[in-house]
């Protein structure tokens, strides 16, 4: 009797478990994907998809005391001890954790989910926090409704009886949207299915930042739901026109579509993907991470946009933003300002901006702090712009006004009668960048008088007295020095110089001088696009390098005004211009001489002595960018170099690298093009736009610049050809080798280090070099991130293959050929 009692138990007790059967998720050791009306998750239960990639339940953020019911990757979060947060039900409506014991979500016998909390321990006062019922126009919910979650990370509610959706959370996207999911307009709901970010690191609520899509078929990033600052460009059908990363293969297709229902943009990602989503972060920027199974971290294929000083109010009122911070932060307060909350700061919040230390006393009491080189063109000034005489009545405009907090100026050149143009601003001050370099403008950030220095709050007039006396002395001792240095020069050359002979501290050479000094141009050091160069010797014993420049044909005083542009340019990592020569069609630029010649020199030279360890190799990469980035980015006009190549990047007696040939471009002017096609040596390095017939832009350089760093990196020429007449093409076999193969980078390191190369600079240089050859320019970084990927700032996301690239590739010969 005991055991046919005991087995009628475990009968009975087995047919119960059955019903659960076919919904237990074998591969999860928690949880099942369905609830049926009545069940419920509380505490650590929770729903978990059948192929176990997602996981639904309760959750709080960071060190919050808030609970909100939500959805993540379950196996990311193993790894990481983290939740990657998806989805959120209840954003605005947490659960405090006092409640918490007491709170429940659960599948009502009509239909609804909701999530419920007892405030009371015998249940009597029960409040709904959130509900689908609110969320949904469909009423005729019944007791066959089931709650799943699918394998896709989509929460549904359906009907057993047709197997119709009657809910489901990716109509309803919180921050972010996953393979599948749809974000745009509702016609039924007449909602945005948008995505909207955090509002912090712990509050999941509705933050600053939403995209929308737009009548135009482009997505529209917007600030408070209202000022757009970043458009994502029209759809052509495969990509938005400034998203050309979504070619990138890591998602199988992107969609859009339009009817009854509305209009929706959605993707898809092979089911056996790694995890993927797309979400707007606290930053106001949309990211697109993919998870790495290698590396068991997120790396972001692609953000938008890059800069993240570009995202409207994003360090709030009186703040600066700077994209080359180091450190956590991006931004600082204004001088005279400090945090209105310093624990919003911690948790990236700068929305809430800074406020005066000092409050201001209106009037002559208060004085003004100078900063230089912002960038004001986001910063709305609250009056159309004043037409003054002189900027101190710009000054006078603000502090007439007790409202009053910054003002800035700038030279009017429209043609009125007035010569500077006021801006004035009322109330917060939003979105001033700091720039680099002599960029931007000056802007005037009104204080209380305590807070300026006493040397700072000189009076406009006694200002003007200083300089002008310092402006007078300054010029009888530069009128001195300068006869002095002409008398001087003129005894150590033996002739008198023509009034116009020095040109922005450049020295105007005689061409029979520059000829006797090279031993009439016997010494050849290389030649290039522009000319040749040759060695030689002033009297001072001072070594140079004389380039004869090629087809020239420029008026000679247009040439002496640009080369005295030049001779302006002044940084480390670029060759100092002594002088030149221009008489009739002689034109000749002279620089100093490098005692360790050109790169190409140490790295294709065999039986070259000297071979340039890994770490020489990888500082002379990040030199060569800073060089580059300060002709793009710091000069006045941006300058493009258009032939990066190892032979212009010149070695000091350090090893330092120094780019030659900077501004010759715009000197000799754009026909020099033709003639870079057919220079043995440059071809190499051409970006696609040469050939296709675009806009040359700095760009075109960044492109250069990654060609030259494989052959650092490899020690090889780029392009190589072979007895049978085609033509190897070096990168494509190393970013294949390396990304597609999954060989080590060491496979492509020069073999003359015998692999001694730090791992991690070699895999950061690779992966820039890749991202520098990309065919669309848009997808290339800027020479200014490339510094920061090279020194470790930033990280460097693992690049894509580049499909045009490989068609240079004839054959599999080509391991054979670079092996």
């Known amino acids: 009797m005991l055991i046919s009692a005991l087995m009628l138990v475990l009968i009975r007790l087995m047919l119960s478990l059955l019903s659960f059967a076919p919904h237990y998720n074998c591969n999860a050791t928690t949880g099942v994907d369905t609830m049926f009306a009545g069940q419920s998750l509380k505490g650590n239960e929770t729903l978990v998809s059948r192929n176990g990639k997602f996981e639904l339940g309760f959750f709080t953020p960071g060190n919050s005391q808030n609970y909100y019911i939500g959805l993540w990757f379950k196996e990311v979060a193993i790894v990481q001890k983290k939740k990657t947060i998806v989805w ?5 409506k947490p659960i405090n954790v006092t409640y918490f014991s007491s709170s429940e979500f659960k599948l009502l016998d009509n239909g609804h989910l909701v999530l419920i909390v007892s405030t009371k321990s015998n249940s009597s006062s029960i409040i709904q926090v959130w509900s689908t019922d609110s969320m949904t126009s469909k009423t005729t919910i019944d007791s066959s409704i089931k709650a799943v979650l699918g394998n896709d990370g989509n929460l549904v509610l359906l009907s057993s009886s047709n197997g119709n959706i009657m809910w489901q959370s990716f109509d309803h996207p919180t ?16 909602k945005d299915q948008k995505i909207t970010s955090w509002r912090n690191a712990e509050d999941p609520s509705a933050g600053f930042y939403s995209i929308n899509l737009e009548p135009d078929k482009s997505v529209s990033f917007k600030w408070n739901q209202s000022r757009e600052f970043y458009n994502s460009g029209a759809w052509n059908g495969h990509f938005f026109s400034n998203f050309p990363e979504m070619r990138i293969g890591v998602v199988t297709s992107y969609d859009y579509t339009s009817y009854d229902n509305g209009s929706f943009f959605t993707f ?9 989503y797309v979400f707007i972060d606290l930053s106001g920027q949309l990211k697109a991470p993919i998870w790495q199974s290698k590396t068991q971290d997120w790396t972001t294929i692609w953000v938008k946009p890059m800069q993240q000083c570009k995202v409207y109010g994003i360090c709030g009122a009186f703040s600066i933003c700077s994209d080359n911070n180091v450190g956590p932060s991006i931004c600082q307060c204004l001088p005279g300002f ?3 909350s310093p624990k919003d700061w911690d948790l990236l919040d700068y929305s809430g901006g800074c406020i005066r230390k000092t409050s201001l006393q209106c009037g002559d009491k208060d004085s003004f702090k100078e900063l230089f080189n912002m960038d004001l063109s986001q910063a709305i000034p609250s009056a159309n712009a004043l037409a003054v005489d002189d900027a101190k009545k710009c000054e006078s405009a603000c502090l007439q006004n007790c409202s009053c907090d910054a003002y800035a100026y700038y030279k009017n050149s429209s043609g009125n009668s007035k010569g500077i143009m006021c801006l004035l601003w009322y109330g917060n001050l939003l979105n001033i960048e700091q720039l680099g370099g002599d960029k931007g403008n000056d802007l005037f950030i009104r204080l209380a008088a305590s807070e300026v220095p006493v040397g700072s709050r000189m009076k406009a007039s006694s200002i003007w007295t200083i300089v002008g006396v310092v402006l007078v002395g300054t010029t009888i001792i530069v009128g001195i020095t300068f006869i002095f240095l002409r008398k001087w020069w003129t005894r150590r050359s033996s002739r008198t110089p023509e009034p116009e002979e ?19 141009f016997s010494d050849k050091l290389g030649s290039g696009s522009f000319g040749s160069v040759f060695k030689g010797t002033l009297p001072d014993s001072t070594s140079i390098a004389v380039k004869r420049l090629e087809r020239f044909s420029q008026d000679q005083k247009q040439f002496r005004s ?14 100092r211009l002594r002088g030149f020569c221009s008489e009739g069609r002689k034109a000749l630029l002279v620089y100093d001489c490098m005692p360790n010649g050109s790169l190409n020199e140490h790295l294709f030279r065999r039986k070259n002595p000297k071979v340039l360890n890994w770490q020489q190799r990888y500082q002379i990469a990040i030199g060569t960018a800073k060089g580059l980035a300060y002709l793009h980015e710091a000069c006045r006009e941006c300058i493009i170099h258009c032939d990066i190549k190892p032979e212009n990047i010149l070695l000091d007696a350090d090893l330092s690298p120094k780019v030659a040939d900077f501004g010759l471009a715009k000197l ?15 071809v190499g390095y051409l970006a696609p736009e040469w050939t296709s017939g675009l806009a040359i832009t700095a760009k075109a350089d960044v492109y250069s610049y990654g060609m030259m760093l494989f052959e650092v990196i490899s020690g090889r020429r780029n392009l190589k050809q ?8 070096f990168p494509t076999w190393a970013a294949r080798k390396v990304l597609s193969d999954g060989q080590s980078v060491f496979s492509i390191l020069d073999d003359k280090l015998d692999r001694n190369a730090n791992i991690e600079e070699l895999s950061r240089a690779f992966r820039v070099a890749c991202w520098c050859i990309q065919e669309e320019e848009t997808m290339r970084p800027s020479m200014g991130q490339v510094v920061q990927m090279l020194e470790g700032l930033v990280d460097v996301n693992p690049p894509p293959m580049q499909s045009y690239l490989q068609t240079l590739v004839q054959n599999e010969e080509t391991a054979d050929f670079f092996s």
Not at 88 to 92: E, G, L, M, P, T
């Open 88 to 92: 959120v039900a209840n954003r605005d």
């Open 268 to 276: 898809s990602a092979p089911n056996e993907a790694a995890p993927i």
């Open 668 to 682: 000799l002017g754009r026909e020099f093009s033709r003639v870079m096609t057919t220079v043995r040596g440059t």
């Open 338 to 340: 400090e945090k209105y």
């Open 562 to 575: 640009e080369v005295s542009t030049i001779g302006l340019i002044q940084h480390v990592n670029l060759v």
């Open 175 to 190: 921050n972010a949207f996953l393979p599948g999911a749809k974000f745009g307009y509702n016609n039924l709901t007449k």
């Open 502 to 520: 020095r040109y922005a501290f450049l020295t105007a050479f005689r061409y029979k001088d520059l000829k006797i000094a090279t031993k009439n």
């Open 722 to 729: 072979g007895k049978d007449g085609k033509v190897w093409f």
